[in-house]
Each structure stands twice: as structure tokens, then as C-alpha cells.
């Protein structure tokens, strides 16, 4: 191990040099309560990490949820008035790359985003955390709240955040400490050394595949947008509309008029090749707590079973969970047995019965009364 130092550049415990330590480490102090809750310390980090793995999340963030307080069970900076989210990253600094360490350290600093942000969020917090939070500076001002959305990892550290906040139910099941060592392995030798390098531009789990990148579609992308629908609904491609283009540009805009109705694009080495909408909303039920709605998901034809509609939907999933969503729906054509067992292997169950009806256009009038 070596000197890991606080922001004022204390001395506060060693960085870790293997995981054979970490593990050490999480075994000899993880059974300390966490905080003023009812878990124990791993008991909080097995939660979190399963929390995250449920959710489809890359291995770089199942491991920073597994080791986010990792600054309470190293060190002498045992409490919440410590920098512990500072410290973490540090103590990890020298086994992963950015995308562990930087959601680990920010993990605290979502707290006061949110707090900021998503009215009703700080009561959800339980008594020790709100504690916490006025010792970590209370929630962001808008000025600091933008300034934070900004950060590359802060939608990483706002879903760690989410986890980290539901990881303190006593009893509950989760995956082993060997099981999470063994994902924090593999993402430890994918990061070695590129992973230690200054912020780039690959987003958070890119480590996977670097040539792939999730934007939001615009303007720009119509075209791309109208060959991937033709694509979805397994049309020839003279089957589009002459006016396809303009078509989805009153559409984009026509989304963008919801409060959060978005249509996001994989680009896999700079060409678009799929694509999916995800509108975030709530309604009267489950007390008004937000929920998710896939659609238009579609991948290239000849680019299907390459991995890119798990890496779009795992995207998907963190969208949502970043939003606070409690669920994230879709239906699919009962026919398209291989589309099921890939959500199905992502960890959607089948739910319910979708029923639809097709209406007739709307016209003025009708959709008056
Ligand atoms: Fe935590």
C-alpha cells in the first residue's frame, strides 16, 4: 500500500495495490454498523453492488458501487464528517481508472444534487443521511447543481447515489463478496494502464467498447433515424415515405416539447447503428413516483447480436434509474421470441398483458370533445 492523503493533503491511509487487500480490508472492518443505519458496512456495499449489477450497469460501476465507502473501512477517517467520498477514490486510485473512481468520489456530491434538484428527494433520505448532509454542505445552490450536471460521471454518480440510498435494508438478499471481486478484477485488468489516464472522452463503462458512443439524436440525424425505423419494422427501404425526414423532424420536435421524452442514438466507430426513445413521467399511481417507458428500440440488421443492444439498453436503464424511476416498461411483438429472451436476459420479467386498439385519425374536432 501507499500513502493515500485527503484533499488538504493529510496523510489518511494507504492506497490499496491489489484487490487481495480490498477484500482484506471490506472482510475485517465490513462488519461495523454503516453510519446510524440498520446494515453493516459490507452488508451496504453487497447491497449496493447488487443494486447496480440488477440494473444492468457496466462492471466499472457495479465496482464503484461496491467499494463507494471504502473511505469508512480504510483509514482513520471513520465517520460521515470526513471527506470519505475523496478518500475512496484515492485508497482506489492506483487499482482503477476513472470510470470507478470518479462516480465513488462523487457519490456524496450527488446527494446535494439531488437535494437541489428533485423536490421530495431529501425526505427519502433516511436520518442519518439527512445528518450527513449537513455535514457535507447541505444541498447544491442552482448555480452549483448546474456546475455538477455538467461532470462527465455525475449521471454514474447520481445512480450510485440512487443505490446507495436503498442499500440499508436489513436481511436483504445479495450477490458474495467473491462474486463482485471477481467483476472488479476484470475491470481492473481492462483498465490497467489506459484506465489511470487523464478525464478523455470515452463516457462511463466505455472500457467495453470505445468505438461506441450513446447521444442524443438531433436535427442532424434524420436521415439515420428513418433507416433505423424502416429497419425496425423490417420494411425495404423504398418503403419509407418520401417525406420520412421531415416526418421525424416534426416528431423530434413534437417530443421535445414533453417535459422528458427523449430519442437517443448509438454510434458504433462514428455510424449511427440503433437507437432508442425513452420518455421519463409519472401519474397518479405509486404516489406520483417517476416511471419509465421504452420505445422505437431497433438495431441495425446486420449489425444485431454484436452486443449493442445490451450496451443501448443497459444505457436505457441508467437513464431511468438516474431519474428515480421505480420501473421500466416496453412491449414487444409476441411474435419476436429472440427480442424476449434478450430482455429477458437483461432482467425484465414479463408483466401484465399489453392491450391496444387502433383508433381512427384524429381530427380537429374529435380531439376537442
Ligand atoms: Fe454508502
Given at each position: 500500500?501507499?500513502?493515500?492523503?485527503?484533499?488538504?493533503g493529510?496523510?489518511?491511509?494507504?492506497?490499496?495495490e491489489?484487490?487481495?487487500?480490498?477484500?482484506?480490508?471490506?472482510?475485517?472492518?465490513?462488519?461495523?454498523?454503516?453510519?446510524?443505519?440498520?446494515?453493516?458496512?459490507?452488508?451496504?456495499?453487497?447491497?449496493?453492488?447488487?443494486?447496480?449489477?440488477?440494473?444492468?450497469?457496466?462492471?466499472?460501476?457495479?465496482?464503484?458501487?461496491?467499494?463507494?465507502?471504502l473511505?469508512?473501512?480504510?483509514?482513520?477517517?471513520?465517520?460521515?464528517?470526513s471527506?470519505?467520498?475523496?478518500?475512496?477514490?484515492?485508497?482506489?486510485?492506483?487499482?482503477?481508472?476513472?470510470?470507478?473512481?470518479?462516480?465513488?468520489?462523487?457519490?456524496?456530491?450527488?446527494?446535494?444534487?439531488?437535494?437541489?434538484?428533485?423536490?421530495?428527494?431529501?425526505?427519502?433520505?433516511?436520518?442519518?443521511?439527512?445528518?450527513?448532509?449537513?455535514?457535507?454542505?447541505?444541498?447544491?445552490?442552482?448555480?452549483?447543481a448546474?456546475?455538477?450536471?455538467?461532470?462527465?460521471?455525475?449521471?454514474?454518480?447520481?445512480?450510485?447515489?440512487?443505490?446507495?440510498d436503498?442499500?440499508?435494508t436489513?436481511?436483504?438478499?445479495?450477490?458474495?463478496?467473491?462474486?463482485?471481486?471477481?467483476?472488479?478484477?476484470?475491470?481492473q485488468?481492462?483498465?490497467?494502464?489506459?484506465?489511470?489516464?487523464?478525464?478523455?472522452?470515452?463516457?462511463?463503462?466505455?472500457?467495453?467498447?470505445?468505438?461506441?458512443?450513446?447521444?442524443?439524436a438531433?436535427?442532424?440525424?434524420?436521415?439515420h433515424?428513418?433507416?433505423?425505423?424502416?429497419?425496425?419494422?423490417?420494411?425495404?427501404?423504398?418503403?419509407?415515405?418520401?417525406?420520412?425526414?421531415?416526418k421525424?423532424?416534426?416528431?423530434?420536435?413534437?417530443?421535445?416539447?414533453?417535459?422528458?421524452?427523449?430519442?437517443?442514438?448509438?454510434?458504433?466507430?462514428?455510424?449511427?447503428?440503433?437507437?432508442?426513445?425513452?420518455?421519463?413521467?409519472?401519474?397518479?399511481?405509486h404516489?406520483?413516483?417517476q416511471?419509465?417507458?421504452?420505445?422505437?428500440?431497433?438495431?441495425?440488421?446486420?449489425?444485431?447480436?454484436a452486443?449493442?443492444?445490451?450496451?443501448?439498453?443497459?444505457h436505457?436503464?441508467?437513464?431511468?434509474t438516474?431519474?428515480g424511476?421505480?420501473?421500466?416498461?416496453?412491449?414487444?411483438?409476441i411474435?419476436?421470441?429472440?427480442?424476449h429472451?434478450?430482455?429477458?436476459?437483461?432482467?425484465?420479467?414479463?408483466?401484465?398483458?399489453?392491450?391496444?386498439?387502433?383508433?381512427?385519425?384524429?381530427?380537429?374536432?374529435?380531439?376537442?370533445?
Amino acid at each position: 500500500m501507499t500513502q493515500a492523503y485527503s484533499a488538504s493533503g493529510d496523510t489518511l491511509a494507504q492506497a490499496f495495490e491489489s484487490l487481495d487487500e480490498i477484500s482484506e480490508a471490506m472482510t475485517r472492518r465490513g462488519g461495523a454498523l454503516y453510519g446510524g443505519e440498520a446494515v453493516t458496512q459490507l452488508a451496504h456495499a453487497l447491497q449496493c453492488a447488487t443494486l447496480a449489477e440488477d440494473c444492468g450497469s457496466s462492471p466499472a460501476l457495479i465496482t464503484a458501487a461496491l467499494l463507494h465507502d471504502l473511505g469508512h473501512m480504510a483509514g482513520e477517517a471513520d465517520d460521515e464528517k470526513s471527506a470519505h467520498s475523496d478518500l475512496a477514490a484515492r485508497l482506489l486510485g492506483r487499482l482503477f481508472g476513472i470510470d470507478v473512481t470518479e462516480p465513488v468520489r462523487l457519490h456524496v456530491d450527488a446527494k446535494r444534487y439531488l437535494c437541489a434538484v428533485e423536490p421530495g428527494y431529501a425526505d427519502t433520505l433516511s436520518a442519518a443521511s439527512r445528518q450527513s448532509l449537513v455535514w457535507q454542505g447541505g444541498a447544491y445552490s442552482a448555480q452549483q447543481a448546474t456546475a455538477f450536471a455538467a461532470r462527465r460521471h455525475a449521471h454514474d454518480a447520481v445512480c450510485l447515489r440512487r443505490w446507495d440510498d436503498a442499500a440499508k435494508t436489513p436481511g436483504r438478499a445479495t450477490r458474495s463478496l467473491e462474486h463482485f471481486m471477481i467483476i472488479a478484477q476484470q475491470v481492473q485488468l481492462a483498465n490497467a494502464p489506459a484506465g489511470r489516464a487523464a478525464d478523455g472522452a470515452a463516457g462511463a463503462g466505455d472500457a467495453e467498447r470505445p468505438d461506441i458512443e450513446i447521444r442524443l439524436a438531433t436535427d442532424a440525424d434524420l436521415a439515420h433515424l428513418v433507416r433505423l425505423m424502416v429497419e425496425m419494422d423490417d420494411l425495404k427501404a423504398d418503403a419509407q415515405d418520401a417525406d420520412a425526414a421531415q416526418k421525424m423532424r416534426v416528431t423530434l420536435q413534437t417530443m421535445a416539447r414533453y417535459p422528458d421524452f427523449k430519442t437517443w442514438l448509438v454510434l458504433e466507430g462514428g455510424r449511427p447503428v440503433a437507437s432508442y426513445s425513452l420518455m421519463i413521467f409519472c401519474s397518479p399511481s405509486h404516489n406520483g413516483t417517476q416511471q419509465a417507458l421504452l420505445d422505437a428500440v431497433v438495431v441495425q440488421r446486420d449489425r444485431r447480436s454484436a452486443g449493442l443492444g445490451n450496451r443501448m439498453l443497459r444505457h436505457a436503464m441508467r437513464q431511468a434509474t438516474a431519474a428515480g424511476c421505480y420501473k421500466l416498461m416496453l412491449s414487444s411483438n409476441i411474435k419476436r421470441a429472440d427480442a424476449h429472451r434478450f430482455y429477458e436476459n437483461l432482467g425484465f420479467t414479463r408483466h401484465g398483458i399489453s392491450f391496444g386498439i387502433d383508433l381512427p385519425p384524429a381530427t380537429a374536432a374529435s380531439v376537442l370533445q
